[in-house]
């Protein structure tokens, strides 16, 4: 079927479009495709059904959409791929899924995605790898892999999902489909299972740029519930639709860090990229070299921020307060019960972070790691600000490599962090990004795609449109 959202809801308008057969296309194939992607990890027949009723004389009714399984859903499991929530119903749902209902979307499942949001494969969820639709025994990218490979496989018509330091952008690109990150304070977190609360934002995956507008504006709006929600994102929805043309681009000055060709990009990127520049300067798009040499410092800020507020946020699961309880265990032992529930219960990655997360904020260390890492924030959110003071975007690949196979990089965590190289910086400077596929790269009979980075100032997020829709047209 194939359909993007402008299309389904131009076609339930015209009653070319039955949004009953279209969501029982979407629920069957997504069910059947499941044994081959493992995209989802729980379908909610029940919610469809009783929506279905509920939504019948709506206009944009039953949009089928997956939802990341760390976005809560009154009444339903929400896990965030971790045994330690393997049977969390969640008392209340998320403001961004209110929104969506409220817009007439039907969830039709949790899609898979790495425990709690940490990885770039999704390897590291409790429920099982994610397979990439283009690459047999290939990684879909994390850490929302399943939302990913769920609308790259048309097994849904969108998701919705969470970005931390690119989890929405880097599966994207390595699913030949459109990621985008909204400004920091544009869509409301509340009722989203917080990873690292300074970074986290929701984010829309789809198959068009168009439809990436029309999802934003969907979840994007001010919720007093985030501390962090801003009343500017009700004036953003109102004012955002038509308000750039993509004519408009060829007026843009647009910045390319000559950093970005860095050590560990794979030279067939690399190549893809600057071909993908040179065709769009024979377009008059005016592109220019420039330095920011702290972007090297972006991955080891980011693995020392997110550790200190990952552990932060994660002790709240201790076999009490949430998480499995282990009614045979000794309770009155506290310190063993807490150690033996979170040793057995998260996963090794987990347990990585937690362990990071600990030692940066030790009072021998907090210094040393913590605070340098927050002033290194700094020095890169200044700069990048500097170069927003003359240019309107800052582009890039979105990862430095494509689809690899599942299990080539388990052994070196270091080499999984390296893929958040060009994604992480938006989220450390709060601003709005998106990546859209620039091309394929044939391995070993798999035509891998690979995705176009950019980036604008916080709150600019019609230039991401205008200029997404430029790079659509074209490649
Ligand atoms: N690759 C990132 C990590 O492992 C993904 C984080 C995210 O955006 N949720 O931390």
């Not at 952008?169 to 509340?190: D, E, F, H, N």
């Not at 910045?255 to 377009?283: C, G, H, N, S």
């Not at 005016?286 to 090297?296: G, K, M, T």
């Not at 500097?386 to 388990?410: H, Q």
Request: hydrophobic share 40%.
């Amino acid at each position: 079927m194939d359909l993007t959202l402008k299309a389904y809801i131009q076609g339930v308008s015209d009653g070319t479009l039955d949004p009953q057969k279209v969501a029982d296309f979407y629920v069957n194939k997504a069910k059947q495709e499941n044994s081959k992607y493992n995209a989802f990890v729980r379908f909610h027949d029940e919610y469809v059904q009783k929506n279905i009723q509920t939504f019948k004389d709506r206009p944009l009714k039953w949009a089928p959409i997956g939802l990341k399984d760390l976005i809560l859903t009154q009444d339903y499991i929400s896990s965030c791929g971790s045994k330690m929530l393997e049977n969390y119903v969640s008392p209340y749902s998320a403001t961004c899924f209110q929104n969506l209902e409220k817009s007439w979307w039907l969830m039709i499942g949790k899609c898979n995605m790495d425990e709690f949001a940490m990885g770039s494969s999704n390897e590291t969820s409790y429920f099982g790898p994610v397979i990439n639709p283009y690459g047999t025994g290939r990684v879909s990218g994390g850490s929302s892999g399943g939302s990913a490979a769920a609308v790259a496989a048309d097994c849904c018509i969108a998701a919705l999902w969470t970005d931390t330091s690119g989890s929405v952008r880097q599966p994207a690109s390595l699913c030949g489909i459109v990621g985008m990150k909204p400004t920091y304070w544009m869509v409301s977190r509340y009722g989203v299972q917080s990873m690292c609360s300074s970074l986290d934002q929701v984010g829309v995956l789809t198959k068009t740029v168009e439809d990436a507008e029309l999802l934003l504006r969907a979840i994007a709006g001010f919720d007093p519930r985030d501390s962090q929600s801003d009343p500017s994102a009700d004036e953003f929805i109102e004012s955002v639709e038509g308000r750039l043309q993509s004519a408009e681009c060829k007026k843009f000055k647009i910045a390319m860090p000559k950093e970005i060709l860095w050590k560990w990009l794979d030279p067939r990127i690399k190549e893809l990229f600057l071909k993908r520049v040179e065709e769009l300067r024979a377009q008059w798009y005016d592109i220019h070299e420039i330095s920011l040499p702290v972007l090297s410092y972006a991955i080891p800020l980011y693995y020392s921020l997110m550790p200190a507020e990952l552990s932060t946020n994660l002790a709240r699961f201790d076999g009490i307060k949430f998480g499995l309880q282990d009614e045979s265990l000794d309770h009155d032992d506290i310190a063993s019960y807490y150690q033996k529930i979170r040793s057995e219960w998260f996963g090794d990655e987990a347990k990585r972070r937690i362990l990071l997360g600990a030692f940066v904020l030790s009072s021998a260390n907090y210094e040393w790691y913590y605070l340098r890492a927050q002033k290194i924030r700094d020095q890169l959110i200044q700069d990048v600000d500097k170069i927003f003071e003359k240019y309107d975007l800052i582009i890039g690949p979105t990862t430095p490599s494509v689809a690899w196979k599942m299990g080539e990089r388990s052994a070196d965590p270091i080499q999984m962090y390296m893929e958040d190289f060009y994604t992480a910086p938006a989220n450390i400077c709060w601003c709005p990004a998106m990546t859209v596929p620039m091309g394929t790269i044939h391995e070993q009979g798999d035509d891998l795609p690979a995705g176009m980075h950019f980036m604008a100032q916080r709150w600019n997020e019609d230039k991401l449109f205008a200029f997404g829709k430029v790079v659509e047209g074209l490649f």
